[in-house]
């Protein structure tokens, strides 16, 4: 994206809608619409199994095969899902981090398939290749959870890939550093911006040490490295942490990395504002919630995002339709086009109120980035637990604020009075449903293409992947010939697992602090699973399980927390269980309850699963609970299926929860409430 002079009106972002679910089929035509409506980039959201290095048909993808984007298993559907759209003349993000190398090299692999059809020459053609792969483990780690292998080989993937794009697709973004998540995982602005940059001064410190790239070539790396990050609500503040974010990463590509060309050391960004502070209730306040938010991220001239897609108004409901995404796109358009923002100079320069905001958030992180560096960097920092727990921590101050009052959000915790919403009046239509049959026709298309394909050109290239992983080889070349030879995205994770590994992160929960003794609430209820575990004779245990392949663990981390701080035993392992797994750990723990969270829409599927389990190995009197974003269709049908308690966003109050898990209890075990 050019940057003009401050004579010339400032260009418009990128502007994206995150797209993709069922099919790539139905995808492509997705992003067909979204094209014509003027939508100037796509935006690839993948289903959880691409996501997380697994084909259609293994155990873990049950429930989850397009739920959350689109399913891409092979060239075919690479493909397919770019059908029509000339890969030459797009400006493509893909959301996809463990696998990167893999779904860049089909994406690659498609981009040079257009050319030989075209006549074009092939590297001409990848030489305008313009988008951005998020290849960015390290959040994966501490809040998203799609990571597949162990910190040092996902770094080397990371490495790998920059240092291919650099010299082969020269205008391709290989790696967007991603803060979003981390704001959803609890960091403050400060913490955001201190995590990110150690993030990138891990990927850049390993690319120069891994004399894949000259010295010289130093600049053209940071060049292409991007950024993804959040905006919430207090725009001001988000505003002031663009901009020292701009500064700091302008003064550590300098200083660090000894690049003189002040263009290649500019921050280069894109945002979406924060989907998980939209809210279930009185959702039509996130309308306004989502144009604040794209303020301040447009509003300062010298740090506007190049790119920002914007979440729909009903996304805490489920997943969006069409229309609401185009209302979001307009939402975009308006500001871009309609008001004079793009007109000025930076608005805020001069500004002693502002610069003493960007002062304070860049202080604060040149002191995280040194605490970070001092205990061996972000991967060791990953490895220790720290840089997680500093998250759950301040994720607990967070709600620990709204629960009391001091943080307000309109419509939950405060002026909840309410109308009947017409934009809910359809009911389940007023969110997008995907069809059960999506999965079937997924397996059995999986299962035509190993039938069809060259599978001992799949076996070749696989045993060569292998064998490449096991040097300090780049491993891109391999990985291409893989997709050129129509292996599939599971047997690609598959055979780097064999030589790397899997890896399970640290929790963040037992080093988490908790703010003080907490409320007279708190106390109350910590006196009564005191007093209901003595009545049994034992401690109160609760299991609290994330099913499936969702990785977006904040909820439950939460959860856990609360649970400890009202006196429960909590067993928690983490994100990515089988139902199975869930089942042997609640009877071999002897648990009092199950909760479980699930937010990927895979509800209906994989917690009727953990019921019969329960039930099939004689544990079918431990009551099950289950949050996550569930509309009350499903909550109804879960509960007709046993599940003793539903909740969703709109109940935030964890220690009324926890008293709720109390009475539950004692109804279970026949103890009169107290």
Same mark, same amino acid.
């Given at each position: 994206?050019?940057?003009?002079?401050d004579?010339?009106?400032?260009?418009?972002?990128?502007m994206?809608?995150y797209?993709?679910h069922?099919?790539?089929?139905?995808?492509?035509?997705?992003?067909?619409?979204?094209?014509?409506?003027?939508?100037?980039?796509?935006?690839v959201?993948?289903d959880?199994?691409?996501?997380?290095g697994y084909?259609?048909?293994?155990q873990?993808?049950?429930?989850?095969?397009?739920?959350?984007?689109?399913?891409?298993a092979?060239?075919?559907?690479?493909r397919?899902?770019?059908?029509?759209i000339?890969?030459?003349?797009?400006?493509?993000?893909?959301?996809?981090?463990?696998?990167?190398?893999?779904?860049?090299?089909?994406?690659v692999?498609?981009?040079?398939?257009?050319?030989k059809t075209?006549?074009?020459?092939?590297?001409?053609?990848?030489?305008?290749?313009?988008g %951005?792969?998020?290849?960015?483990i390290i959040?994966?780690?501490?809040?998203?959870? %799609?990571?597949?292998?162990?910190?040092?080989?996902?770094l080397?993937?990371?490495?790998?890939?920059?240092?291919?794009?650099?010299?082969?697709?020269?205008?391709?973004?290989?790696?967007?550093?991603?803060?979003?998540h981390?704001?959803?995982?609890?960091?403050t602005p400060?913490?955001?911006?201190?995590?990110?940059?150690c %993030?990138?001064?891990?990927?850049?410190?390993?690319?120069?040490?891994?004399g894949?790239?000259?010295a010289?070539d130093?600049?053209?790396?940071?060049s292409?490295?991007?950024?993804?990050?959040n905006?919430?609500?207090?725009?001001?503040?988000?505003?002031?942490?663009?901009?020292?974010?701009t500064?700091?990463?302008?003064?550590?590509t300098?200083?660090?990395?000894?690049?003189?060309d002040p263009?290649?050391?500019?921050?280069?960004?894109?945002?979406?504002?924060?989907s998980?502070?939209?809210?279930?209730?009185?959702?039509?306040?996130?309308?306004?919630?989502i144009?604040?938010?794209?303020?301040?991220?447009?509003?300062?001239?010298?740090?506007?995002?190049?790119?920002?897609?914007?979440?729909?108004w009903?996304?805490?409901?489920?997943l969006?339709?069409?229309?609401?995404?185009?209302?979001?796109?307009?939402m975009q358009?308006?500001?871009?086009?309609?008001?004079?923002?793009l007109?000025?100079?930076?608005?805020?320069?001069?500004?002693?109120?502002?610069?003493?905001?960007?002062?304070?958030i860049?202080?604060?992180?040149?002191?995280?980035?040194d605490?970070?560096?001092?205990?061996?960097?972000?991967?060791?920092?990953?490895e220790?637990?720290?840089?997680?727990?500093q998250?759950?921590s301040?994720?607990?101050?967070?709600?620990?604020?709204?629960?009391?009052?001091?943080?307000?959000?309109?419509?939950v915790?405060?002026f909840?009075?309410?109308?009947?919403?017409?934009?809910?009046?359809?009911?389940l239509?007023s969110?997008?449903?995907?069809?059960?049959?999506?999965e079937?026709?997924?397996?059995?298309?999986?299962?035509?293409?190993?039938a069809?394909?060259?599978?001992?050109?799949?076996?070749?290239?696989?045993?060569?992947?292998?064998?490449?992983?096991?040097?300090?080889e780049?491993?891109?070349?391999?990985?291409?010939?893989?997709?050129?030879?129509?292996?599939t995205?599971?047997?690609?994770?598959?055979?780097?697992?064999?030589?790397?590994?899997?890896?399970?992160?640290?929790?963040?929960?037992?080093?988490?602090?908790?703010?003080?003794?907490?409320?007279?609430?708190l106390?109350?209820v910590?006196?009564?699973?005191?007093?209901?575990?003595?009545e049994?004779?034992?401690r109160?245990?609760?299991?609290?399980?994330?099913?499936?392949?969702?990785g977006?663990?904040?909820?439950?981390?939460?959860?856990?927390?609360?649970?400890?701080?009202?006196?429960?035993?909590?067993i928690?392992?983490?994100?990515r269980?089988?139902?199975?797994?869930?089942?042997?750990?609640?009877?071999q723990?002897?648990v009092?309850?199950?909760?479980?969270?699930?937010l990927?829409?895979?509800?209906?599927?994989?917690v009727?699963?953990?019921?019969?389990?329960?039930?099939?190995?004689?544990?079918g009197?431990?009551?099950?609970?289950?949050?996550?974003?569930?509309?009350?269709?499903?909550?109804?049908?879960?509960?007709?299926?046993?599940?003793a308690?539903?909740?969703?966003?709109?109940?935030y109050?964890?220690?009324?929860?926890?008293?709720?898990?109390?009475?539950?209890?004692?109804?279970?075990?026949?103890?009169?409430?107290?």
């Amino acid at each position: 994206m050019p940057y003009p002079t401050d004579r010339e009106r400032d260009r418009p972002w990128v502007m994206r809608t995150y797209a993709g679910h069922s099919s790539a089929a139905a995808s492509n035509e997705l992003y067909r619409r979204n094209l014509a409506k003027g939508q100037t980039g796509l935006s690839v959201a993948f289903d959880l199994p691409t996501q997380t290095g697994y084909d259609a048909d293994h155990q873990l993808s049950r429930g989850e095969v397009g739920k959350v984007g689109v399913p891409v298993a092979h060239i075919g559907d690479m493909r397919r899902l770019f059908d029509g759209i000339p890969l030459a003349e797009a400006n493509t993000s893909m959301t996809i981090n463990a696998p990167a190398m893999w779904l860049l090299a089909l994406y690659v692999t498609v981009a040079e398939e257009q050319a030989k059809t075209e006549g074009r020459d092939v590297e001409e053609v990848l030489a305008k290749l313009t988008g %951005t792969t998020q290849n960015d483990i390290i959040k994966e780690y501490l809040s998203r959870g %799609t990571y597949i292998f162990p910190p040092a080989p996902s770094l080397r993937l990371i490495t790998d890939t920059i240092a291919w794009t650099v010299h082969h697709v020269p205008k391709w973004n290989p790696i967007n550093i991603c803060s979003y998540h981390l704001q959803e995982a609890g960091a403050t602005p400060t913490q955001e911006v201190a995590y990110a940059l150690c %993030t990138a001064i891990a990927v850049l410190d390993a690319v120069r040490d891994s004399g894949q790239v000259e010295a010289a070539d130093m600049a053209k790396v940071v060049s292409r490295i991007s950024f993804f990050v959040n905006a919430g609500v207090r725009f001001v503040e988000e505003m002031s942490k663009m901009r020292a974010f701009t500064a700091l990463w302008d003064e550590l590509t300098r200083d660090r990395y000894g690049v003189t060309d002040p263009k290649a050391r500019r921050l280069r960004y894109g945002v979406q504002v924060n989907s998980l502070g939209l809210t279930e209730a009185q959702p039509e306040n996130n309308v306004q919630r989502i144009v604040l938010e794209m303020l301040a991220v447009s509003l300062s001239r010298g740090a506007r995002a190049r790119a920002i897609q914007l979440p729909a108004w009903n996304e805490a409901l489920g997943l969006p339709r069409p229309w609401d995404q185009q209302w979001a796109l307009r939402m975009q358009q308006v500001l871009a086009f309609e008001t004079d923002l793009l007109e000025y100079e930076d608005i805020f320069d001069g500004s002693h109120v502002i610069q003493a905001k960007v002062d304070e958030i860049m202080t604060g992180a040149r002191e995280e980035i040194d605490r970070v560096q001092h205990v061996g960097g972000a991967v060791a920092a990953v490895e220790s637990g720290y840089m997680k727990s500093q998250l759950v921590s301040s994720l607990a101050e967070y709600r620990r604020g709204m629960e009391d009052g001091e943080r307000v959000l309109v419509g939950v915790n405060k002026f909840a009075t309410t109308e009947p919403s017409p934009l809910q009046s359809e009911g389940l239509k007023s969110i997008e449903t995907i069809d059960p049959a999506v999965e079937k026709q997924a397996v059995a298309a999986l299962e035509e293409w190993r039938a069809h394909r060259d599978n001992e050109a799949v076996e070749k290239s696989l045993a060569e992947l292998k064998k490449v992983a096991k040097t300090t080889e780049n491993l891109f070349n391999a990985t291409i010939e893989c997709a050129r030879a129509g292996v599939t995205t599971g047997e690609w994770s598959g055979a780097l697992r064999e030589v790397f590994g899997e890896y399970r992160a640290p929790t963040g929960v037992s080093g988490s602090v908790s703010p003080g003794e907490g409320s007279a609430e708190l106390v109350r209820v910590r006196d009564r699973v005191k007093a209901t575990g003595d009545e049994l004779g034992q401690r109160l245990r609760i299991l609290v399980g994330k099913p499936g392949l969702d990785g977006h663990s904040n909820g439950a981390e939460q959860v856990a927390v609360r649970a400890r701080d009202v006196g429960f035993e909590v067993i928690y392992q983490g994100i990515r269980l089988t139902p199975e797994q869930i089942v042997a750990a609640a009877v071999q723990e002897g648990v009092h309850v199950v909760g479980l969270s699930v937010l990927s829409g895979s509800h209906l599927e994989v917690v009727p699963q953990v019921v019969d389990g329960l039930r099939a190995a004689g544990a079918g009197d431990i009551p099950l609970i289950v949050g996550g974003i569930i509309p009350p269709d499903d909550a109804k049908l879960l509960l007709d299926r046993g599940i003793a308690r539903v909740f969703t966003p709109k109940d935030y109050e964890l220690t009324e929860i926890m008293d709720g898990i109390v009475s539950l209890i004692r109804e279970t075990h026949g103890l009169p409430q107290d």
